[in-house]
């Protein structure tokens, strides 16, 4: 992912630009046009497969989110031509985005040592380094060499139905440009591919939407 370069000259502009946004207020959740639900992208750049034991896929992943927050607007021309500025993740709001099918104890994507990088337009792009620990049902009894098996990993708003957070993936497959393909020795990357899925309750007439991430292993022994 790709930012405008900043400019040597923009301090005083930053300045005042963080001066402006001392009234930002995390507890606000943006809302989309015409408030309506804010649009969250998901997406998912795999860098090792670290295991796969006991039905629990273990992976090392960053997770890309973006969405636009209007409190975060600013005109580049009133800040010294600042186009883009970077905020530790902890001080704005972000999405209660969670693993459904989590294996282990998983807080969320919070990361306070993080920053988000904020363009004037609103922007927000945030990417925390995350491992991932999901179910994945593996019949080990009967796993010979090269068999191939699929693992889900479907992540959601804990808290926000589809009215208030439309979650949408930003890609249809798991980005695996930086993978770390020697890292395993016994399980082998063969594809993937993601998918939107949105659920109505009997109790309630709102959607809930999930992306799941689908990736097949082969086995190596």
């Known amino acids: 992912m790709t930012f405008p370069a900043e400019k040597s000259d923009c301090q005083s502009g930053k300045a005042r630009l963080l001066g402006k946004l001392k009234d930002y207020n995390k507890l606000l959740a943006p ?5 309506g ?6 997406g998912m750049d795999l ?10 896929l273990l992976l090392d992943t960053y997770l890309s989110l973006t969405w636009i927050d209007n409190q975060l607007v600013w005109d580049p021309d009133d800040f010294d031509g600042l186009e883009l500025i970077r905020i530790p993740s902890e001080k704005l709001w972000q999405p209660d985005i969670m693993l459904e099918n989590n294996a282990d104890q998983f807080n969320g994507l919070h990361s306070g040592d ?3 990088v904020i363009t004037y ?3 927000v792009f ?7 620990a999901s179910f994945c049902k593996v019949n080990y009894k009967n796993l010979k060499q090269g068999d191939v098996i699929t693992c889900t990993l479907t992540f959601l708003s804990w808290t926000y139905d589809g009215d208030a957070l439309n979650l949408m993936n930003l890609d249809d497959v798991i980005s695996t440009g930086n993978l770390d393909k020697d890292f395993n020795t016994h399980w082998k990357f063969v594809t993937s591919n993601v998918k939107r899925d949105i659920q109505y309750d009997p109790c309630c007439v709102e959607p809930y939407v999930k ?11």
Request: charged content about 20%; proline content about 9%; glycine content about 6%.
């Open 37 to 42: 639900a804010v649009n969250v992208t998901h």
């Open 31 to 35: 809302e989309g046009p015409e408030g």
């Open 126 to 132: 945030y990417t925390p380094p995350v491992k991932t």
């Open 47 to 56: 860098k090792r497969i670290i295991s796969l034991d006991n039905q629990v």
């Open 114 to 116: 993080i920053n988000m």
């Open 211 to 221: 992306i799941k991430y689908i990736i097949k292993l082969r086995y190596v022994p």
């Open 121 to 123: 337009d609103g922007m």
